[in-house]
């Protein structure tokens, strides 16, 4: 679902970057640092605020650490898309992945979250495989190649603990009838100049991938269009994928269907100083597949916000609000408002080292990734049951 | 398979337009009287010769009428297709329809033909049918307009008398997995700049008319795709479609497949003076669905070469070289060498009116159609046979 780096080579990347306070954010490359206010106003889009936060919460029966501690910011229509969940109407989730590679933690965060969603809607999941986009985006990669991700990241997305009985997992080269049909009716109303406007196509940009913002578009629709009942498509992911959201609003109601509505995340960053979690930076990325061990030598080896020595932290303190490690166990990993409370305390403070704060994420990391890895075994026994059929 | 006149709106037409003594000859439109012999060179292929001719009717155990008279007038490594064959290495035919509409004289044409090269060659066929094409390049059809003359088309694309064993018969978007799967491999290798070349698309064209070119050339790697035997393709169909064919030949070794081959025919003209038979014009086109009496109608009312009077034509004779009439018995209707010399013979020299020649025309015409009508009521009951399915 994420467009990756190499798609700036058929890109006129001037066109498109938006200045974002130094950073840039686009479907396939986001660098530097975001200012998430700033591109809330560039995007177009809501922040989530408090009233939308609790309402949420109310269905869910509590809040979700990514929500409370802002990972997942704003929204598009979030609240008209729980009104539908009020009244009624069927409501779906749609999200998805780009298997181009093996999978990371950032990539998981929208899936975690996702997980929080059907649980608290009891909704039915489309998740989408892009595994034609990788292709067409990828010169190095070929079809084989994404065969065998699609096949490992689906096994990394099952062992998020979806529910087999409302999740319906897909890959666009094997489930193509119904998504191409959906896609030539969305892509009769996208033009060319639309298309270039909204991803920056050049002329050397392949035709496939000219197409292909039609294929994204197409599973907004797909509930609706599978059985003809009336369906409200929320869409979480990473803030990065909303220019697809745009093509996909402004057909909809052409083909009669509801606008999907949107909720998005921020990046978590990667291990180094400075941009998101990214494969095309291994060591700074912690990936489903690292074993405990590297896990916890990538944790030990991350930039913090700490002195350069253990004398000076304890004399000036350290910033957590530089700090990777922080913002892992704020983000995602220190459950406890109180703990997380207390070590951006005593980081401050220097009371805390980084050697300590490391030694936490890196046993809270490692746990994880041995619960992902067991679940990932058991998903091997069930991949049946999660797979969509035409 | 042909692009019709409204694709023009998305075209920048002055790029692609070729002077052919005046002519226009695009995927899309085919416009004036146009000079066969410069559309060769314009468009690079070899003219049908009678060597080439020969070596077709041994195989063929003798000369269709289409072949003795011009109607196929040149190719695209022919020989090197009937020397597989000779060789022994697996042969198939691909042509197809674009459901826009019902079925003329004109669209009919390649498909005799087609018939014709699988007895002869038995090999088999692949027909695509382009519904996804016609509903991206027409504003005003929808997907059941579409639907509609696909069913209709179906029937008399069977009525031509294909062998059911050897025919495959499918729609893009029923029968999608396998050519979005060779499309997205070709697109991967075709620009937008290269398809904008070629097709002529602008700022305006929508994103799947961009992407349609893929789906086009998907069909000539289908028969090797399917089994992974290597396959020899041959698309017979009328020049028009060339530039389709350009796009497949530059991919095939990229892809690891043979070029196809192709054979191409002139376009049957419109029974009114000048340009080719257009279903935009059904006063001047022979439909499928027209009842015997409305064909002879039509045929009555056609542009002849004769004198405005009877007198004027038996003092100074007609010019069967102009007269739409004379070409249809010429062409198709009369399988008589001396019978069709002797129309030229007694027309040139006033033996022969107009009204002689059209009574003998409708003639033919009424029996061709009475026996289609026919056949094509036979084809209801086995539609199925003649589907390929995924």
Redesign the interface.
């Known amino acids: 679902m994420k467009l990756i780096y190499v798609f700036t080579r058929g890109v006129r990347k001037g066109r498109l970057k938006m200045q974002n306070s130094g950073a840039v954010v686009t479907p396939w490359e986001v660098k530097g640092e975001v200012d998430y206010d700033e591109l809330i106003r560039q995007f177009g889009v809501e922040p989530l605020d408090r009233l939308m936060i609790e309402r949420l919460g109310r269905h869910a029966g509590g809040l979700h650490v990514l929500l409370r501690r802002g990972m997942f910011f704003s929204h598009r229509e979030f609240g008209d898309w729980m009104k539908s969940y009020e009244e009624g109407v069927r409501v779906a989730l749609y999200t998805g992945r780009g298997p181009s590679g093996n999978t990371h933690l950032g990539h998981l965060i929208p899936w975690i979250f996702t997980k929080y969603l059907q649980d608290a809607f009891k909704a039915d999941l489309f998740f989408q495989m892009t595994d034609?986009e990788k292709?067409?985006f990828n010169p190095e990669l070929s079809?084989e190649d994404i065969n065998k991700f699609t096949e490992e990241n689906l096994l990394d997305i099952i062992a998020v603990g979806f529910d087999p009985k409302r999740t319906k997992i897909f890959a666009?080269?094997?489930y193509?009838?119904k998504l191409?049909?959906i896609?030539?009716?969305v892509?009769?109303?996208?033009?060319?100049?639309t298309?270039?406007a909204t991803f920056g196509?050049?002329?050397?940009?392949?035709?496939?991938?000219?197409?292909f913002?039609?294929m994204q578009a197409a599973p907004c629709f797909l509930p609706q269009y599978i059985d003809g009942k009336d369906t409200h498509v929320l869409i979480p992911c990473a803030i990065d994928q909303e220019p697809y959201w745009r093509i996909s609003r402004d057909v909809a109601p052409k083909l009669g269907y509801r606008k999907p509505a949107g909720i998005y995340s921020k990046f978590i960053p990667g291990l180094g100083a400075g941009g998101k979690m990214s494969a095309s930076m291994p060591e700074t990325a912690i990936f489903l597949s690292d074993t405990e061990c590297e896990a916890i030598k990538k944790v030990k080896n991350a930039f913090t916000g700490g002195q350069p020595t253990i004398r000076e932290q304890k004399e000036k303190g350290g910033n957590p609000d530089v700090c990777v490690i922080y913002s892992y166990l704020y983000s995602l990993f220190e459950e406890s408002d109180a703990e997380v409370a207390e070590t951006y305390k005593s980081c401050k403070s220097g009371g805390k080292t980084c050697g300590e704060c490391k030694e936490s994420l890196a046993k809270k990391v490692a746990a994880f990734l041995k619960e992902h890895h067991r679940r990932r075994e058991k998903a091997k026994d069930c991949v049946q049951d999660f797979l969509l059929r035409?």
């Open positions: 034609d292709f067409l079809i666009d080269l094997s193509t009838k191409y049909n896609a030539v009716r892509a009769k109303h996208v033009t060319f100049s298309a270039r196509f050049s002329e050397s940009s392949n035709i496939g991938m000219v197409f913002p039609a035409e």
